[in-house]
């Protein structure tokens, strides 16, 4: 397993065991989700900041994901590694439906201590944006680590992934729309995610012998 995609691992089991323990005493939502949303876009933001939020929190919404997933899968259909093509699928999709499932049975509402600066609808635990950002660009660079020989290649991609899944889960908080845990579940369960659909496409290729 790639070093790098072991330290997320540990951070996510970290981070989920604490808001695990948080939900079992009913300490939800916790001190810091208030403290760090009260300031941190402080008494008078500029206003270039709620738009760069504005444009960085797309890159986690199902357009921009959706388009992404489709254009590597054919990429890697085009290059006949049709294993990693059906893993990536499968997993970003599946990962989805898994982050909505969670959302109705939480049934967190959204907070409401800062204005509002994009509309969101639905509940508020795990953020989707952030789950589903850390699903698919964390999930890319696990299985591309699969098929890439160097490792300044490996830690670039993942670099990129954790880059991107970071500031989407950041531009969500600043927006209003999710508390800090929130995006903290988000993001553990997508690097969980992306390491069970690592696992599970190392013992595919081994069991086939490759994929082309």
Do not use: C
Not at 58 to 80: P, S, Y
Not at 93 to 110: E, F, N, P, S, Y
């Amino acid at each position: 397993m790639p070093r790098e995609l072991i330290g997320a691992v540990v951070g996510a089991l970290g981070i989920a065991g604490f808001l695990g323990l948080g939900l079992i005493v009913d300490r939800y939502p916790f001190a810091f989700d208030r403290r760090i949303m009260a300031g941190i876009r402080g008494t008078n933001p500029p206003a270039w900041l709620a738009y760069a939020a504005r444009d960085v929190t797309a890159l986690g919404g199902g357009v921009v994901l959706t388009t992404i997933v489709v254009v590597v899968v054919g990429f890697l259909l085009v290059q006949r590694l049709w294993l990693t093509a059906l893993a990536l699928a499968l997993a970003t999709l599946t990962g989805g439906w898994a982050v909505d499932l969670i959302k109705h049975v939480i049934v967190r509402a959204r907070p409401d201590l800062i204005p509002h600066l994009v509309a969101a609808s639905g509940y508020s635990f795990p953020s989707g944006h952030s789950a589903n950002s850390a699903i698919v660009y964390l999930t890319l660079a696990a299985l591309a680590s699969q098929i890439t020989r160097t490792r300044p290649t490996r830690m670039y991609l993942f670099a990129i992934a954790i880059l991107l899944s970071g500031a989407v889960g950041i531009s969500r908080v600043y927006l209003g729309v999710h508390w800090p845990s929130d995006v903290l579940a988000g993001w553990s369960f997508g690097t969980l995610w992306a390491l069970g659909w690592w696992i599970a496409t190392a013992k595919a290729r081994a069991a086939i012998g490759g994929e082309r």
